[in-house]
């Protein structure tokens, strides 16, 4: 009797389990009907085509396809974990395993959100890349924040001991510049390399030079480090205001510590005292006030790029659909399983509010409005209007036009780049999409060529060779995405095509060469404003010496010969010493009279 029970229960539970793992099976795969693709023509005819070989499709880069859960329903969304074609294999015409697309690239979830089993994902990255969990390790987070902050001290030293004024108009359009393409914005295609295989580790080394005027530095030093802790991804993604945050707070102390120093407050005299070689500054007549606040000047300008960035990347939605092409849901951008502005996502969201209020629109229009009277009588009245503002406030607009010589005030224009930046990070986000690619380029494109007619009309710098090189930086930047525009329509993939790259490799090689000449230039004059004093004040010194060798010897040839009377020439009527014997031997000549110079060496009475 026992046996016959524990027979029934041992086949009642093994028929339970069975049914479990059918059922998990089920909901893990979802049918789909490949036909309606095609027909449809919509999001999924568009992103997944069929293969010549049966069973496999190509899903094209930045696009994520999952089962949507018990639903029985394949959905697809625009995503940032893959910038490669991917082939996919499946075992039936009509089923897709869950992880069929995900696990290419090492995730798993709804719409990929999630890394795989025994994966973490990185820390200072924007692509989502999901790490082997024993590559990772918690001392990394200590990693993390030195390869974030490191760059940002170095670089407050730096600009603190040469007074460096970026800000003051010949460095603004390159900075832009280096700023779009450390982002990827103006060869978006080439610079993912996912039209090709070539090696772009060229390419991603200058990427990263260029990362340098925007805080990315920790992009180029360490670009897979991960902690055994898995943190979400969007928390990946906000970890990045680390080093903005760091470099405008670190300014922001450098100017209060100057500040309390000037008004010898006790504490911070007495902390400074050890470092008090610090604040000798090479040129003493230099305000270490006015150092700050430059050093500040130019923190803003250059973190405005990331901070603008990130929080468009925070906030950006993208839309889900299923296989008729319909909008099912709208979720994070980063993570497909958190829908927008609700549960996870609205905290990210708010801190990104936070940030392009007070860190991106407030700074700016503040710079658009402040040469306003209202405004000017505003801060007057408040009594805001002091020095450390009117300096900062210089350092930011004192290359514009302020119309003290009766023309126009364009101190406003130096927002208009901060805008500008603005402008192409939400363009690039709003077009993602990879079939979306041939409209991005003509909005960027436009919004460029905008702005050269604006600075071709007002002319807004004080010196009109800042507005020429502007205009040169930012026809150069249009010229180069024109060009990859052309790269990526004419040689678009098609599905089974693999020899891609050997069409592309030509083109790419030119973007390569193109992208790295103002990086180039602007080396070439960095040293030539820091070492240029040093070989000017060399070539002197041995121009000097070789002067004096020179007298030395004419010297002693005067006193071997009888004198004679110099090489005499005639200039306009005037006779005088010829220009050779002048340079050296300027002493041993006496003016006479009006126009006459006659030799003297001294033995001739």
């Known amino acids: 009797m026992k046996g016959a029970l524990l027979l029934v229960f041992f086949h009642v539970y093994g028929t339970s389990v069975a049914s479990l793992t059918g059922a998990e099976t089920s909901t893990n795969n979802c049918s789909f009907n490949p036909s309606r693709w095609q027909q449809n023509n919509m999001f999924f005819g568009s992103h997944i085509r069929k293969n010549i070989t049966k069973k496999s499709f190509m899903v094209v880069p930045l696009t994520c396809v999952s089962c949507n859960g018990e639903e029985d329903q394949l959905i697809a969304s625009v995503c940032p974990y893959h910038r490669d074609i991917i082939n996919v294999t499946l075992s039936s015409d009509t089923v897709w395993e869950d992880d069929a697309l995900c696990k290419e690239f090492n995730r798993t979830g709804r719409l ?81 390399g996912w039209k090709s295989n070539f090696n772009d580790t060229k390419v991603k080394f200058i990427v990263g030079l260029y990362s340098v005027w925007s805080f990315q530095l920790g992009h180029l030093v360490l670009n897979s480090i991960c902690t055994v802790k898995e943190a979400p991804q969007l928390m990946s993604v906000a970890l990045q205001y680390t080093s903005v945050f760091y470099a405008l707070l670190l300014a922001f102390i450098g100017y209060v510590v100057v500040e309390l120093h000037s008004h010898q407050f006790c504490l911070i005299v007495w902390i400074s005292k050890p470092f008090s070689w610090c604040l000798r500054f090479r040129n003493r007549s230099v305000d270490p006030k006015t150092v700050a606040l430059n050093t500040l000047a130019v923190f803003y300008y250059m973190a405005f790029a990331k901070l603008a960035a990130l929080s468009v990347l925070l906030l950006i939605p993208t839309s889900v659909y ?139 710098y004080k010196c009109s060779h800042y507005n020429k090189l502007d205009i040169c930086i930012f026809s150069y930047g249009s010229f180069i995405l024109a060009i990859t525009s052309y790269q990526v329509s004419i040689y678009a993939p098609q599905p089974g095509d693999q020899n891609v790259g050997s069409k592309t490799r030509f083109l790419e090689i030119i973007i390569c060469i ?21 070989i000017r004040f060399l070539y002197r010194w041995c121009k000097s010496h070789t002067s004096r060798d020179c007298y030395t010897q004419s010297l002693s040839l005067i006193e071997d010969t009888t004198s004679r009377s110099p090489l005499l020439r005639t200039v306009s ?33």
């Not at 999630?114 to 994902?121: E, G, L, T």
């Not at 849901?329 to 958190?338: A, I, P, R």
């Not at 193109?514 to 040093?534: N, Q, R, W």
């Open 514 to 534: 193109l992208i790295s000449f103002p990086l180039i230039g602007a080396t070439l004059y960095v040293l030539e404003k820091l070492l240029g004093m040093k």
């Open 573 to 605: 009527g005037t006779s005088t010493g010829s220009l050779p014997d002048r340079m050296v031997q300027p002493e041993v000549y006496t003016v006479n009279s009006p126009g006459t110079v006659s030799p003297n060496y001294g033995s001739v009475p």
């Open 112 to 192: 990929c959100s999630k890394c795989a089993d025994d994966y973490k994902p990185s820390l200072s990255t924007y692509s989502g890349r999901c790490i082997r969990e024993e590559e990772c390790s918690n001392y990394y987070w200590l990693l993390f924040f030195a390869v974030e902050t490191v760059p940002a001290t170095l670089m407050y030293i730096t600009f603190v001991a040469f007074n460096a004024r970026l800000t003051s108009g010949y460095a603004n359009g390159y900075i832009l510049y280096a700023q779009v393409i450390s982002f990827r914005l103006m060869s978006l295609e080439f610079i993912n």
């Open 322 to 460: 299923d296989e008729t092409g319909h909008v099912i849901d709208h979720v994070s951008f980063y993570d497909g399983s958190m829908s927008f502005m609700k549960g996870g996502h609205l905290k990210y969201a708010i801190l990104a509010i936070a940030v392009l209020i007070f860190l991106v629109f407030v700074p700016v229009l503040f710079m658009t409005f402040y040469q306003f009277r209202i405004i000017q009588k505003c801060l007057s009245k408040c009594h805001l209007n002091r020095s450390g503002l009117i300096i900062f406030m210089d350092s930011l607009q004192g290359c514009y036009k302020d119309g003290s010589d009766g023309g126009k005030d364009c101190r406003w224009f130096s927002s208009c780049y901060y805008f500008l930046r603005l402008i192409l990070f939400i363009l690039a986000l709003y077009f993602v999409d990879d079939n979306q690619f041939i409209e991005l380029h003509v909005c960027l494109l436009l919004a460029i060529v905008v702005t050269i007619i604006v600075i071709l009309y007002l002319m807004p």
